[in-house]
């Protein structure tokens, strides 16, 4: 199998990253791109990427041409209906509790119902145990990280545009999820080989491992990763391919 390893670009960190910038304001902002707005809140454990990530997520967004970035740590105060009619996508790298009203609740439903991009990295999948509504979007529920270790990931659908930078297999040292609940409908995108880590310390679910999908809901789409804890994951090249890859396709522009 093939096993390929890029150098890592390194990016640097930001100081303080629950600040906004204005779709195509500021320094350095792209001209045209859309708007994507990325929630960093963490009700639960709060991981130390997240600076990182939002870094990266910015330089990638200008270095592509495709999107600005406007990241909160606070998410009752950015999903609201008023602000997500400013908003052509919304990623998440979130855990716990968000809390959201029933309100802000619906408004994000209906953001991606009418065509709205979303995508979910890592723990947006543990997050929010008391919104099912949620969970059938992201499309599977967090059910432990047996596995933290350097993995073999298998391309699944290698030609889909949100993957197809990362070939038929990938080696990558990162936590490692598995889930309850796989919704239907999830098409499976990025699964771990189970020859790469002891599978007794896991579960044995009928869908296996998967490690990416996608989704529809009503017009929009849904892009989930479960890799993403560690800072080399965000700053390795092949990630930061996927990352404008995926969210270029949750906005429709791959």
């Given at each position: 199998?093939?096993?390929?390893?890029?150098?890592?670009?390194?990016?640097?960190?930001?100081?303080?990253?629950?600040?906004?910038?204005?779709?195509?304001?500021?320094?350095?902002?792209?001209?045209?791109?859309?708007?994507?707005?990325?929630?960093?809140?963490?009700?639960?454990?709060?991981?130390?990427?997240?600076?990182?990530?939002?870094?990266?997520?910015?330089?990638?967004?200008?270095?592509?041409?495709?999107?600005?970035?406007?990241?909160?740590?606070?998410?009752?105060?950015?999903?609201?209906?008023?602000?997500?009619?400013t908003v052509d996508?919304?990623?998440?790298?979130?855990?716990?509790?968000?809390?959201?009203?029933?309100?802000?609740?619906?408004?994000?439903?209906?953001?991606?119902?009418?065509?709205?991009?979303?995508?979910?990295?890592?723990?947006?999948?543990?997050?929010?145990?008391?919104?099912?509504?949620?969970?059938?979007?992201?499309?599977?529920?967090?059910?432990?990280?047996?596995?933290?270790?350097?993995?073999?990931?298998?391309?699944?659908?290698?030609?889909?545009?949100?993957?197809?930078?990362?070939?038929?297999?990938?080696?990558?040292?990162?936590?490692?999820?598995?889930?309850?609940?796989?919704?239907?409908?999830?098409?499976?995108?990025?699964?771990?080989?189970?020859?790469?880590?002891?599978?007794?310390?896991?579960?044995?679910?009928?869908?296996?491992?998967?490690?990416?999908?996608?989704?529809?809901?009503?017009?929009?789409?849904?892009?989930?990763?479960?890799?993403?804890?560690?800072?080399?994951?965000?700053?390795?090249?092949?990630?930061q391919a996927m990352l404008r890859?995926?969210?270029?396709?949750?906005?429709?522009?791959?």
């Open positions: 199998m093939l096993r390929p390893c890029a150098p890592p670009l390194l990016f640097l960190a930001l100081g303080s990253f629950a600040c906004a910038s204005a779709p195509g304001g500021g320094q350095g902002g792209v001209d045209g791109g859309a708007h994507v707005l990325y929630v960093t809140h963490s009700g639960g454990y709060r991981h130390d990427c997240l600076a990182t990530s939002a870094q990266v997520l910015t330089d990638v967004g200008r270095s592509s041409g495709l999107w600005n970035l406007e990241v909160s740590d606070d998410a009752a105060a950015v999903l609201t209906a008023e602000h997500l009619a996508a919304v990623v998440f790298f979130t855990s716990g509790d968000l809390g959201l009203d029933a309100g802000q609740k619906q408004a994000l439903l209906e953001f991606v119902a009418r065509g709205g991009g979303f995508a979910g990295f890592h723990s947006a999948t543990d997050t929010e145990y008391g919104w099912p509504e949620y969970h059938d979007l992201i499309g599977a529920t967090f059910d432990g990280h047996p596995w933290h270790q350097e993995v073999l990931v298998l391309g699944d659908q290698p030609s889909h545009p949100a993957v197809r930078s990362l070939g038929a297999s990938f080696s990558i040292f990162d936590e490692i999820y598995q889930f309850r609940d796989v919704r239907p409908g999830s098409a499976v995108l990025l699964s771990l080989d189970p020859s790469s880590v002891d599978v007794s310390l896991g579960k044995d679910n009928p869908w296996g491992h998967p490690l990416a999908w996608t989704r529809s809901e009503g017009a929009g789409r849904v892009f989930y990763c479960a890799l993403g804890h560690e800072i080399s994951t965000w700053e390795d090249s092949r990630f890859d995926s969210i270029g396709w949750v906005l429709g522009r791959r």
